[in-house]
């Protein structure tokens, strides 16, 4: 019964202001280069011809005196996520006649028939470019362009993508110190340079969870997990409710990959019952719950002899067969030595193996003198060990 609550992300947009007196490793602030390269994308853009493939329509007739160039009433935003979050990257724009949109990352036209991106226009003038899970790749600058016969204009919104084994640690270079952070980049047209700065905040989302588990009694459980969400999520196990805290049985583990686990060795009768796992963060909350069985340790039986070996009497050049039958839980490994010297594997001559009525056998197929001596046989398992010896003579035959 694996009760489950992993929803989709929704994002919490926050505006954070960010102080002038931070340090250069602390502010999101485009630098003076990625300013330049920023304009120059810019530049070229609003100079440049574009695909005209899209399902924009012709403009309309306007008198000279009616026409206004097209503007921004409100830019893209800058953005910082993990990836495989949603983003939405949203502007809106005005001009008479209507301007044509035309969207680019890193300068490179986006098409509106992208399987990765969707591309939306609304009726006020709003415009959006999104996509459902971002990956390492999307990591860029998005510019939207906007013209019309009276002109174009352009602005730019820097998108930040993190890998999810990142999360709760800054990236280090090889020497060892931090690196600074990636700029935020703001385009020409972007306004003050103090303006906040959007950052959105993602509830907890699971990337894996798992079902239900049955577990032997005196064994290990371990429960893995992998969670996405901005700022890191904090996660809090509970069994029917209650607080798990850790202890010498009850282990709580994150790897460098990112994997939780819950780890409980050895598992106890008391252990069965509904697990829930619940992520925290200040964007929300998420969840998911499983089922813990815990199978009855099996009961231990040391090994016990139902029938002993036999000492036996053979004529040389005769087969021979010792044999005894042994009980325990669970079944016992069974061991040969004759004298002093283990018998580990058989031979075409000589064999160990258990009959179809549980008998086990040591064959020897023409027995010779060299046979004779003390044959033991022992059976092991968790519980015990047991052993038992008889002799075999051989007779030289007389002609």
């Not at 160990?352 to 020897?364: A, E, F, S, V």
Request: glycine content about 6%.
């Amino acid at each position: 019964m694996a009760r489950r609550l992993l929803g989709a992300d929704s994002a919490t947009v926050f505006n954070i202001q960010e102080p002038e007196e931070e340090t250069a490793n602390q502010e999101y602030k485009v630098s003076s280069c990625e300013q330049r390269l920023i304009s120059e994308i810019e530049y070229r853009l609003e100079r440049s011809p574009v695909d005209e493939s899209g399902d924009e329509v012709p403009y309309r007739d306007v008198p000279v005196e009616n026409g206004m160039a097209p503007f921004f009433e409100m830019k893209l935003k800058h953005y910082k996520i993990f990836e495989g979050m949603p983003v939405t990257f949203t502007c809106r724009v005005a001009g008479n006649p209507k301007p044509k949109i035309y969207w680019f990352k890193d300068g490179k036209q986006i098409s509106p028939k992208s399987d990765h991106y969707t591309v939306q226009r609304d009726l006020d003038g709003t415009c959006s470019l999104h996509t459902t899970a971002s990956t390492l790749e999307d990591d860029g600058n998005y510019t939207i362009m906007a013209a019309n016969p009276q002109g174009r204009v352009s602005c730019t919104g820097r998108l930040m993508v993190q890998a999810v084994n990142q999360r709760g640690r800054s990236p280090r270079s090889p020497s060892g110190h931090p690196h600074v952070r990636r700029p935020r980049s703001r385009s020409r047209d972007s306004g003050d340079e103090n303006e906040p700065i959007q950052e959105r905040f993602f509830r907890p989302h699971f990337l894996q969870a798992p079902g239900d588990l049955t577990v032997q009694e005196g064994k290990l459980c371990r429960m893995d997990c992998k969670v996405s969400g901005l700022p890191t999520p904090d996660l809090s196990w509970q069994l029917d409710g209650k607080p798990i805290r850790p202890d010498s049985a009850h282990k709580m583990l994150v790897r460098e990959n990112g994997v939780h686990s819950l780890i409980i060795e050895p598992v106890t009768s008391r252990d069965a019952g509904i697990y829930t796992c619940i992520a925290t963060n200040r964007a929300g909350q998420n969840s998911f719950s499983l089922e813990l069985v815990v199978a009855a340790k099996e009961a231990h039986k040391p090994p016990v002899f139902i029938e002993k070996l036999q000492n036996t009497g053979v004529a040389d050049g005769y087969p021979v067969r010792l044999e005894c039958r042994v009980s325990g839980v669970p079944p016992p490994q069974i061991f040969w030595k004759k004298e002093n010297e283990s018998l580990t594997h058989s031979t075409d001559r000589v064999s160990m193996h258990q009959d179809n009525h549980g008998y086990i056998c040591l064959l020897i197929q023409g027995a010779t003198k060299e046979d004779a001596g003390w044959y033991t046989v022992s059976a092991k398992n968790e519980a015990g060990i047991v052993s038992c010896t008889a002799r075999l003579d051989v007779y030289i035959s007389r002609h």
